[in-house]
């Protein structure tokens, strides 16, 4: 992807051209990807997709969502 998670240089925004060309193409497939399937973007960082309007979407528990993501004393 040209750069590693959380690496905060102008090379992890998207449309950087200092990152080779393949790593480019990873960018937009991705881009491309996740805005189709409704994810917003945070222009500076490659690997940052939201949900539009999350507050939209409920909250879920290890519970309802069946893992084990979060464990803690609300996990049996």
Known sequence: ????FDDLTP????GSA???RQA???RA???????AAGWDFYMNEWWHYQLFRPRRYP?????E??????????VP
């Not at 090379?11 to 998207?14: E, G, I, L, P, T």
């Not at 909250?59 to 519970?63: E, P």
């Open 1 to 4: 992807m040209g750069t590693g």
């Open 59 to 63: 909250a879920l528990t290890d519970r």
């Open 11 to 14: 090379a992890s925004h998207h």
């Open 29 to 35: 497939l991705l881009l491309g990807l996740m805005s």
């Open 65 to 74: 969502a069946g893992t084990a993501m979060m464990p803690g004393p609300h």
């Open 18 to 20: 200092a990152i080779s």
């Open 24 to 26: 480019q193409r990873n």
